[in-house]
């Protein structure tokens, strides 16, 4: 098995920016395989219109919680069309979200300088033996760690638009917008 070759190491120092190189980060990553876990439609509106207008952060679990509680469709009709007359393009584009497991075969490590050069001391990721380092105290050299199989959860988004004839209809471009949920990418809810 071959892995993409590392990043090139990186220096990084604490938030303070202080100590600047006290750290030391390797990361290889190779995807294997991907599966499709979630996919669904935003409609009538996208990720720049709640960044235009935060009031829109929301509105679907708003409009489900109007029918749950009066159960009239002439309400969600309402609500539906006051909402996209708050978007530029009053509800002619939507947004895709995908979620797609990927499985890699991954080589990560946080080395800390400060602890002593070539042995410094992983506090972070696989020691060389490819185990974790924070549930083994084992010594720490600077051969490369064993690449490890590990599934992350990648986000992605298109804005689409519709159109009365097929030519007039827009697909966009998928974008990663969230990886493992840590990026923030969930706008919607």
Known sequence: ?????????????????????????????KPIASRLEHIFVVPGFTRQDVNNNPSLKGAYRAIEKAYAEKASLDTIQDMS?????????????????????IDC??????????????????VQGQDKKGGD???????????????QMTTHLVRFEMVTSKGQNMADRVIGSWYIIDIDDIMSGNIWH
């Open 105 to 122: 075969m991954e080589i990560f490590q946080v080395r800390d300088l400060s602890s002593g050069g070539d042995d410094a001391k992983v």
């Open 133 to 147: 380092a924070d549930a083994d105290d084992a010594e720490n050299e600077s051969e490369m760690p064993q690449a």
């Open 1 to 29: 098995l071959s892995l993409y070759k590392p990043l090139a190491s990186r220096g990084m120092g604490n938030d303070s920016g202080n100590d600047n190189g006290k750290y030391h980060l390797t990361l290889a990553l």
């Open 81 to 101: 069309k006051e909402l996209l007359q708050k978007t530029a393009h009053y509800g002619h584009k939507r947004s895709i979200i995908m979620d797609v497991s």
